[in-house]
């Protein structure tokens, strides 16, 4: 493991109890600076692999070392406490490391900000659109200043113009708050968009069986979804993602 490596998993494997093997043999490597997104099939265990990753799972074979002091976990359902504000659901990570009060104030105002919700600070969840909440579950985690941040899934359930959005606004993020990410989707065009590396897996049990660099220059302009160069690359993970599934 390099100084840059942040996550680094080798011949790792993961045998549920019941008998279910959902990884298999899975070597992946995050460094600083990358964005690394991972599609598969359904039930590949990419939710697995992001769930041992963050040390909620431990793997049953092979080596797991992370090297990130804080972690950022957002999930494909906001999770925010809905009797609780926008300030203080952004406010319950920090409150839950017992930064002092006005430290975790000035941060989650700092995360709001930066994720667009300035102004709503005192909606309740119920009050907000799904895109919202996300931003508002985005911006609970950023008040830990990860170095490594794990999505799963996270624009899933959003609408196609609020995900392109929230696309841009997490790649704003993550050239200017400069964590690494490994992200989890069902869109190949979302995962090539986001990304400086893609991983594809195979069907259950999940391996890695291609890996392909992404080599759009970040900042990333909107409009590269546009460039036959963008298509291309695309049908080349879609295809690939096709051959795993056999
Ligand atoms: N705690 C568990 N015990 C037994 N089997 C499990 C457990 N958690 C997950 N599995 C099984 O492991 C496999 C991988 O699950 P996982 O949720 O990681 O897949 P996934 O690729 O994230 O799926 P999807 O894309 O549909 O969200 C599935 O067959 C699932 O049923």
């Known amino acids: 493991m390099t100084g840059a490596t942040l996550l680094d998993f080798s011949d790792v494997a993961m045998t549920f109890p019941n008998g279910t093997v959902a990884l298999h043999s899975v070597d992946l490597a995050?460094?600083?600076?990358?964005?690394?997104?991972?599609?598969g099939p359904s039930g590949c265990g990419k939710s697995t692999l992001l769930r041992i990753a963050s040390g909620l799972e431990a793997a049953s074979a092979g080596s797991v070392s992370v090297d990130a002091g804080r972690i950022g976990y957002v999930f494909q359902?906001?999770?925010?406490?809905?009797?609780?504000?926008?300030a203080d659901n952004v406010e319950l990570l920090a409150e839950l490391n017992r930064l002092p009060k006005a430290v975790?104030?000035?941060?989650?105002?700092e995360a709001i900000d930066?994720?667009?919700?300035?102004?709503?600070?005192?909606?309740?969840?119920?009050?907000?659109?799904?895109?919202?909440?996300?931003?508002?579950?985005?911006?609970?985690?950023?008040?830990?200043?990860p170095e490594l941040f794990l999505f799963d899934?996270?624009?899933?359930?959003?609408?196609?113009?609020?995900?392109?959005?929230?696309?841009?606004?997490?790649?704003?993020?993550?050239?200017?708050?400069?964590?690494?990410?490994?992200?989890i989707t069902h869109s190949v065009s979302e995962a090539v968009y986001l990304s400086t590396r893609v991983i594809v897996m195979s069907g259950r049990p999940g391996t890695v069986v291609r890996r392909f660099d992404v080599p759009f220059p970040m900042p990333r302009d909107p409009d590269i979804?546009?460039?036959?160069?963008?298509?291309?690359?695309?049908?080349?993970?879609?295809?690939?993602?096709?051959?795993?599934?056999?």
């Open 225 to 246: 979804r546009f460039t036959p160069e963008f298509a291309e690359l695309v049908g080349e993970v879609s295809h690939a993602l096709r051959e795993g599934h056999k």
């Open 77 to 86: 359902d906001a999770t925010l406490l809905p009797w609780r504000t926008v």
């Open 153 to 183: 899934e996270p624009f899933g359930a959003l609408d196609e113009i609020t995900r392109e959005r929230l696309n841009d606004e997490l790649l704003r993020l993550f050239v200017k708050q400069r964590f690494a990410g490994l992200f």
């Open 104 to 109: 975790r104030k000035a941060k989650a105002q």
């Open 114 to 145: 930066l994720v667009g919700l300035t102004g709503f600070e005192k909606n309740l969840p119920k009050q907000l659109s799904g895109g919202m909440r996300m931003r508002a579950s985005l911006a609970r985690s950023l008040t830990l200043d």
């Open 30 to 39: 995050v460094d600083r600076g990358e964005f690394v997104s991972v599609v």
